[in-house]
């Protein structure tokens, strides 16, 4: 019974892992919530996905929507309040005022969905080295099994 819970929980992981390296190929980029300013919508630890916007514009953003942008080298994800035609306003659910206006070339795109706490298993890489190194030992272990018997 072990085994078959131990054989799903790294099933879930790699499938994890696998379709979040894959939908980067598409232009949706991970982040990892790092403060509790859009909480309770976002909490820290989220993990977010972003789907990259290579003209971001007026036409292209609406207010209400949650965008990543970087604002002095960093990335924040904040809530559209206002927009003109070439600066837009943020604001972080959980902040009491608006941020500083952003010129369209800052952000870098549209939050898609959330996993909760799904930062933890990227931020937490020893788990994805131990998985890893696990599935190799069983694999060693199941051959060097074989090749015993297969002596006798």
């Given at each position: 019974?072990?085994?078959?819970i131990e054989g799903i929980?790294?099933?879930?992981?790699?499938?994890?892992?696998?379709?979040?390296?894959?939908?980067?190929?598409?232009?949706?980029?991970?982040?990892?919530?790092?403060?509790?300013?859009?909480?309770?919508?976002?909490?820290?630890?989220?993990?977010?996905?972003?789907?990259?916007?290579?003209?971001?514009?007026?036409?292209?953003?609406?207010?209400?929507?949650?965008?990543?942008?970087?604002?002095?080298?960093?990335?924040?994800?904040?809530?559209?309040?206002?927009?003109?035609?070439?600066?837009?306003?943020?604001?972080?659910?959980?902040?009491?005022?608006?941020?500083?206006?952003?010129?369209?070339?800052?952000?870098?795109?549209?939050?898609?969905?959330?996993?909760?706490?799904?930062?933890?298993?990227?931020?937490?890489?020893?788990?994805?080295?131990?998985?890893?190194?696990?599935?190799?030992?069983?694999?060693?272990?199941?051959?060097?099994?074989?090749?015993?018997?297969?002596?006798?």
């Amino acid at each position: 019974m072990l085994k078959k819970i131990e054989g799903i929980i790294i099933i879930i992981l790699m499938l994890f892992l696998f379709t979040t390296l894959l939908i980067r190929l598409i232009g949706v980029k991970t982040y990892v919530v790092e403060s509790d300013s859009m909480a309770p919508s976002y909490r820290l630890n989220d993990l977010v996905y972003i789907n990259t916007l290579r003209k971001p514009s007026s036409e292209t953003l609406h207010i209400g929507d949650i965008v990543a942008f970087n604002q002095n080298s960093k990335l924040v994800m904040h809530r559209v309040v206002e927009l003109s035609d070439t600066k837009l306003i943020t604001k972080g659910d959980n902040n009491e005022v608006n941020d500083p206006a952003i010129y369209y070339n800052q952000v870098q795109g549209k939050v898609v969905f959330r996993i909760p706490f799904g930062g933890y298993i990227l931020n937490i890489y020893v788990w994805i080295i131990l998985v890893g190194l696990y599935i190799a030992s069983q694999i060693s272990y199941k051959i060097f099994k074989e090749l015993k018997e297969g002596r006798s």
